[in-house]
């Protein structure tokens, strides 16, 4: 049976972190002297109340942590933590609505960036760095976040971090996993400090630049204004932003292993990161082709544009430099399926991953070669080693169930009065973590605020089984999930 009382433990610490980062709003209200920090402080106070009553439930609990109680966890804390996410929205006013709030707060949490905000630059500075530093907290994962800086709050840290780490392999730098979390999440502070201080000396003001410094690292797109494509006017910013979230698409192990290490061979010889330069290069001369030779684009400036969006949409950050919309039908094609693809695993990226992608076409390669030679043997490698055939298994799963949740989302906003092209960006969108799609409709320079109620909520549960990578959220509805034994 799940055992209820450690997971109510788990989410009543859990709850304390949350709180612990709303002081630091109550901080920045304080500083502006704005309307905000009265819903701050109220949001804390009940988030901390909240946080002694889920301690108080767990208060026998032990500290063992089955496989079963890790999925349950994860998808509850993402949950709950958008739920006490919200209240900053509510109390201060500028979200009435508990459908939008909700939807808002679990966009930033699971990095997708989509908002139902019209006007972002009435907001007091201290929601609008809420609504960043909810994207850069659920970056690299919020139970992930904690077995860094507080190992003995979660239990059965390995059966968590199985449960809320992206990409079919979980690769380890070091035995112990409390210290793999520590320097990944050095390495995570370390650009988004450098990605910071790049802002500010090309020229933005320091509340923007740690605002866009957050939201660039997690690869999530918040903006701290209406248009933010006419904010990245400067050439200087769009290459910083082109830097910094390019880094932060590739895996967190290999750029340990190459600061860290000094071992550059495990980045250049590593076949996802070669397969996500790749695809950056290839689709960037493709695009920049099309704006030249269609639109007329001054050579540089159809490749930074190019550039930026390429690897804003593999990397799932959703940012803007250029109005797309307006580019030729072809480069939305394109950007859709480079925003299906996404960047490397382990990374702050949403998407498919990379390192599936490899494993997909290797397999299709394989299946060509059975055609003509039925009796060979062919493993699919990565790298040096085997894939295993399960993983192959879960892989073909993992698609088939990514493109059934898409065609379902889809339907149903097709359903509530969303035409056919919103319905599908949108729902590939929210399950890729993406946020904005490329239609006129709902696209860079508009927000999501016009779907309907029930299209928001199923967007919301989209975009959290998109970071959570399906099946631990889909895990909980089955049956067997369930049972005694």
């Excluded at 994207?135 to 003995?152: E, K």
């Excluded at 480079?338 to 390669?365: E, I, P, Q, Y």
Aim: proline share 3%.
């Amino acid at each position: 049976m799940v055992n209820l009382s450690i997971i109510s433990k788990i989410i009543g610490s859990l709850l304390f972190v949350e709180a612990f980062f709303m002081v630091w709003c109550i901080g920045v209200a304080f500083f502006y002297g704005e309307s905000d920090l009265m819903a701050f402080t109220m949001s804390a106070l009940l988030t901390f109340g909240c946080g002694f009553l889920f301690l108080f439930f767990g208060r026998n609990s032990g500290n063992s942590l089955s496989r079963r109680d890790a999925y349950l966890v994860v998808t509850a804390v993402w949950v709950i933590f958008s739920f006490f996410g919200m209240f900053p929205y509510l109390i201060h006013g500028s979200i009435t609505n508990l459908t939008d709030a909700y939807f808002e707060t679990i966009s930033g949490f699971t990095t997708t960036g989509s908002s139902i905000l019209d006007n972002v630059e009435v907001l007091p500075h201290g929601l609008l760095f809420w609504r960043s530093l909810t994207q850069w907290i659920g970056g690299l994962g919020i139970v992930f976040f904690t077995i860094a800086v507080l190992p003995s709050f979660v239990g059965g840290s390995m059966k968590v971090f199985a449960a809320e780490a992206t990409g079919p392999v979980k690769a380890k730098m070091h035995p112990r996993l409390t210290t793999s979390a520590k320097w990944i999440w050095s390495i995570y502070l370390v650009l988004t400090i450098g990605c910071g201080l790049a802002f500010w000396a090309s020229g933005m003001d320091w509340f923007d630049a740690t605002n866009y410094s957050m939201t660039t690292t997690a690869t999530g797109g918040f903006s701290t204004h209406n248009d933010p494509s006419a904010y990245f006017q400067s050439p200087i910013i769009e290459y910083v932003a082109i830097l910094f979230q390019f880094l932060a698409g590739i895996n967190f192990t290999l750029l340990y292993m190459t600061i860290f290490k000094g071992r550059l061979s495990a980045l250049l010889g590593n076949s996802e990161f070669k397969f996500y330069i790749a695809v950056v290069i290839l689709s960037t001369v493709w695009i920049m082709y099309l704006l030249v030779s269609r639109l007329d684009y001054p050579y540089e400036h159809a490749l930074r544009s190019s550039l930026f969006q390429v690897v804003s949409f593999m990397t799932t950050t959703g940012l803007f430099n250029d109005d797309a919309a307006q580019w030729p039908h072809i480069t939305w094609v394109l950007l859709a399926v480079l925003m299906f693809c996404g960047a490397c695993a382990g990374s702050t990226t949403g998407g498919f991953k990379c390192v599936r992608s490899v494993m997909l076409l290797k397999v299709l390669r394989n299946e060509f070669r059975h055609i003509l030679h039925p009796n060979a043997v062919l493993p699919v490698k990565l790298g040096d080693q085997s894939v295993p055939q399960s993983r192959l298994v879960s892989l073909l799963a993992f698609f088939t169930v990514t493109i059934l949740m898409v065609l379902i989302t889809g339907t149903i906003m097709i359903v509530s009065g969303v035409d056919v092209v919103n319905s599908m960006v949108i729902s590939l969108s929210c399950v890729s973590n993406v946020g904005p799609s490329l239609t006129n409709d709902i696209g860079p320079s508009m927000s999501w605020s016009q779907l309907p109620g029930m299209v928001k909520w199923a967007c919301s549960l989209l975009m959290l089984m998109g970071r959570l990578e399906i099946m631990t959220v889909l895990v909980l509805f089955t049956r067997s999930y369930w049972k005694d034994n």
